[in-house]
């Protein structure tokens, strides 16, 4: 269910929502933890990136919290009936500390992180760097996102109970971030370009510090 509270993008209207499962066939999507970023009075912030699960014919972990959250994890997962070995694929949005934080509790995954895909330690040639989505299935795709970093990427998965579904990092911040996201963009021109697009193509976004929204077109 959604609340009353629209944000306008552009030509897009963004709604919070309170849902974090998005069922669908063949592939599900669930936000086992929302992300937040808390300024303090000191000067400094809290922030703690968002934590998703993709399920179908392959189960993709996107981003994996700050160490700080590996019991949580690991806790959540096996109350799905998941252990580390069962996650086929984990993708890090990029490599800020709260997203990646454990990536060693899945050493027989498939790694993507950034414009990285690796088993193990062998390193597979892709084209994300040169801006090519790079399909996992005809149904997921991993998509070049950049700005908040040179080499961010988002996972987009078709075919849910609320449409096209995109996990964007830190691409978006949270649904209500306006402005908020260019204090921490290393570019804010390729960003909003990313942005848009992302308005342009998804149903539902998972920002990488807040709750699942809806995008609205006219």
Same mark, same amino acid.
């Given at each position: 269910m959604g609340t009353d509270?629209?944000?306008?993008?552009? =030509?897009f209207i963004t709604v919070p929502l309170s849902e974090v499962d998005f069922p669908g066939q063949p592939y599900s999507v669930s936000v086992l933890k929302a992300?937040?970023? #808390?300024?303090?009075?000191?000067?400094?912030?809290?922030a703690n990136g968002t934590i998703t699960l993709i399920t179908g014919p392959r189960t993709i972990l996107v981003d994996t919290g700050g160490p700080w959250d590996r019991d949580f994890l690991l806790t959540t997962l096996k109350k799905r009936r #998941? =252990?580390?070995?069962?996650i086929d694929v984990v993708v890090g949005t990029h490599g800020h500390s709260d997203h990646i934080g454990n990536l060693s509790l899945f050493p027989t995954?498939?790694?993507i992180v950034g414009h990285d895909i690796s088993e193990g330690d062998s390193y597979r040639p892709n084209k994300l760097a040169e801006g090519h989505a790079h399909c996992i299935d005809e149904h997921v795709s991993v998509v070049p996102s950049p700005g908040h970093t040179g080499q961010d990427v988002s996972v987009?998965?078709?075919g849910t109970s609320a449409g096209t579904v995109l996990v964007a990092g830190d691409l978006f911040e949270c649904c209500s971030d306006e402005d908020s996201w260019r204090d921490v963009s290393m570019d804010t021109a390729v960003q909003e370009v990313s942005r848009q697009e992302a308005?342009?193509?998804?149903?539902?976004?998972?920002?990488g510090h807040g709750l699942p929204f809806r995008v609205l077109r006219s």
């Amino acid at each position: 269910m959604g609340t009353d509270s629209k944000v306008v993008c552009g =030509e897009f209207i963004t709604v919070p929502l309170s849902e974090v499962d998005f069922p669908g066939q063949p592939y599900s999507v669930s936000v086992l933890k929302a992300g937040y970023c #808390l300024p303090q009075s000191d000067g400094t912030f809290k922030a703690n990136g968002t934590i998703t699960l993709i399920t179908g014919p392959r189960t993709i972990l996107v981003d994996t919290g700050g160490p700080w959250d590996r019991d949580f994890l690991l806790t959540t997962l096996k109350k799905r009936r #998941l =252990e580390p070995a069962d996650i086929d694929v984990v993708v890090g949005t990029h490599g800020h500390s709260d997203h990646i934080g454990n990536l060693s509790l899945f050493p027989t995954a498939v790694m993507i992180v950034g414009h990285d895909i690796s088993e193990g330690d062998s390193y597979r040639p892709n084209k994300l760097a040169e801006g090519h989505a790079h399909c996992i299935d005809e149904h997921v795709s991993v998509v070049p996102s950049p700005g908040h970093t040179g080499q961010d990427v988002s996972v987009q998965v078709t075919g849910t109970s609320a449409g096209t579904v995109l996990v964007a990092g830190d691409l978006f911040e949270c649904c209500s971030d306006e402005d908020s996201w260019r204090d921490v963009s290393m570019d804010t021109a390729v960003q909003e370009v990313s942005r848009q697009e992302a308005l342009r193509t998804a149903d539902v976004i998972i920002p990488g510090h807040g709750l699942p929204f809806r995008v609205l077109r006219s």
